[in-house]
Protein backbone atom coordinates (compact mmCIF):
# COMPACT_ATOMS: atom_id res chain seq x y z
CA UNK A 1 0.00 0.00 0.00
CA UNK A 2 1.12 3.25 -1.03
CA UNK A 3 0.00 5.27 2.12
CA UNK A 4 1.51 8.08 4.26
CA UNK A 5 1.87 6.74 7.65
CA UNK A 6 0.38 9.90 9.38
CA UNK A 7 -3.36 9.93 7.44
CA UNK A 8 -6.24 11.23 7.63
CA UNK A 9 -8.14 8.82 9.67
CA UNK A 10 -11.91 9.10 7.69
CA UNK A 11 -10.40 8.86 4.63
CA UNK A 12 -8.75 5.19 5.33
CA UNK A 13 -10.96 2.16 4.91
CA UNK A 14 -10.69 -0.76 7.43
CA UNK A 15 -8.13 -2.49 5.75
CA UNK A 16 -5.90 0.57 5.33
CA UNK A 17 -6.19 1.62 9.20
CA UNK A 18 -5.46 -1.75 10.23
CA UNK A 19 -1.91 -1.40 7.78
CA UNK A 20 -1.27 2.05 9.67
CA UNK A 21 -2.13 0.53 13.17
CA UNK A 22 0.34 -2.74 12.06
CA UNK A 23 3.04 0.33 10.68
CA UNK A 24 2.77 2.45 14.03
CA UNK A 25 3.49 -0.63 16.67
CA UNK A 26 6.53 -1.09 14.47
CA UNK A 27 7.94 2.38 14.62
CA UNK A 28 6.77 2.61 18.19
CA UNK A 29 8.67 -1.06 19.05
CA UNK A 30 5.50 -2.21 20.13
CA UNK A 31 4.57 0.69 22.60
CA UNK A 32 1.56 2.68 23.38
CA UNK A 33 1.64 5.93 21.69
CA UNK A 34 -0.05 7.43 24.73
CA UNK A 35 1.43 5.65 28.11
CA UNK A 36 4.62 4.23 26.60
CA UNK A 37 3.83 0.66 27.73
CA UNK A 38 4.13 -2.62 25.97
CA UNK A 39 0.57 -3.18 23.73
CA UNK A 40 1.22 -6.66 23.95
CA UNK A 41 -0.01 -6.56 27.74
CA UNK A 42 -2.57 -4.38 29.59
CA UNK A 43 -2.21 -0.41 30.28
CA UNK A 44 -0.72 0.45 33.35
CA UNK A 45 -2.98 0.82 36.29
CA UNK A 46 -2.91 5.04 36.20
CA UNK A 47 -4.81 4.44 33.02
CA UNK A 48 -7.20 2.00 34.02
CA UNK A 49 -7.68 3.65 37.44
CA UNK A 50 -9.21 6.57 35.29
CA UNK A 51 -12.98 6.00 35.10
CA UNK A 52 -14.57 6.01 31.51
CA UNK A 53 -18.19 5.87 30.42
CA UNK A 54 -18.89 3.03 28.28
CA UNK A 55 -22.35 3.83 27.08
CA UNK A 56 -20.35 6.71 24.84
CA UNK A 57 -18.28 4.10 22.84
CA UNK A 58 -19.16 1.97 19.80
CA UNK A 59 -20.54 -1.22 20.35
CA UNK A 60 -17.31 -3.73 19.76
CA UNK A 61 -15.18 -0.66 20.76
CA UNK A 62 -13.41 -2.66 23.82
CA UNK A 63 -13.15 -5.66 21.91
CA UNK A 64 -9.67 -5.07 19.73
CA UNK A 65 -7.07 -4.37 22.61
CA UNK A 66 -5.36 -2.09 20.27
CA UNK A 67 -6.49 0.77 18.53
CA UNK A 68 -5.17 3.21 16.05
CA UNK A 69 -5.32 6.77 17.85
CA UNK A 70 -6.17 9.94 15.72
CA UNK A 71 -7.42 13.33 16.99
CA UNK A 72 -10.89 14.14 16.73
CA UNK A 73 -10.20 17.35 15.69
CA UNK A 74 -8.00 16.79 12.75
CA UNK A 75 -8.36 13.83 11.92
CA UNK A 76 -4.84 13.13 11.62
CA UNK A 77 -3.60 9.69 13.27
CA UNK A 78 -1.21 9.33 15.88
CA UNK A 79 -0.08 6.19 16.85
CA UNK A 80 -1.20 2.62 18.18
CA UNK A 81 -2.24 2.64 21.86
CA UNK A 82 -4.26 0.20 24.10
CA UNK A 83 -8.20 0.40 23.33
CA UNK A 84 -8.48 1.55 27.16
CA UNK A 85 -5.67 4.24 26.62
CA UNK A 86 -7.99 5.08 23.48
CA UNK A 87 -11.13 5.91 25.62
CA UNK A 88 -9.07 7.84 28.10
CA UNK A 89 -7.67 10.16 25.47
CA UNK A 90 -11.06 10.65 23.92
CA UNK A 91 -12.77 11.67 27.59
CA UNK A 92 -9.70 13.29 29.34
CA UNK A 93 -7.76 14.68 26.36
CA UNK A 94 -9.76 15.39 23.55
CA UNK A 95 -12.80 17.79 24.85
Given amino acids: MNIELR ?3 S ?3 NKERKWVRLLYIEIQ ?6 C ?3 LKVPPPQWI ?3 PVRPYLYPRGFFDN ?8 NTDWTEGAVHGYC ?3 L ?4 YK
Avoid: M, R, S
Avoid at 29 to 34: A, E, F, V
Avoid at 90 to 93: D, S
Fill in 7 to 9: AKY
Fill in 11 to 13: KLT
Fill in 29 to 34: DGLCWY
Fill in 36 to 38: KEP
Fill in 48 to 50: LDK
Fill in 65 to 72: PIHLQHDH
Fill in 86 to 88: NAV
Fill in 90 to 93: WEYE
